[in-house]
């Protein structure tokens, strides 16, 4: 198989078992009556799941490389954030007083 032939399977088979993965809760779900307890304390922790899959690695790593550090700016925006996020329980805050320290933070020679 050449190399395109072989990033071109991937991406099909990834694609199928995304497919199949969606389409078997549905098909699951059809058949409940009700969703039990356990799943439905599990789909709690999706959300917040999803977002420190997303945020996490955008903050740690600089230039593809680990980078948890007193110089990583995006590292102490995202503290700052987080303690405003936790005080406050206003996004709008977060977002902006996030941005504003990471904007100050790169500023600073």
């Known amino acids: 198989m050449t190399d395109s ?12 078992g995304t497919f199949l993965i969606r389409f078997s809760f549905i098909f699951l779900f059809e058949y409940l009556s009700e969703v039990p307890e356990g799943v439905e304390r599990a789909l709690r922790f999706v959300p917040a799941a999803v977002l420190a899959a ?4 955008a903050v740690v790593l600089v230039e593809g490389s680990p ?37 100050g933070l790169q500023m600073v020679p």
Do not use: H, K, Q, Y
Request: proline share 2%; glycine share 6%; charged share 10%.
């Open 54 to 57: 997303l945020v996490v690695p």
């Open 67 to 103: 980078a948890v550090s007193l110089g990583n700016e995006r590292l102490l925006a995202a503290i700052v954030a987080a303690v405003v996020a936790w005080r406050t329980e206003s996004i709008f805050a977060t977002i902006v007083v996030g941005m504003v320290v990471l904007v």
């Open 5 to 16: 032939a072989t990033v071109w399977l991937a991406i099909a088979v990834a694609g199928v």
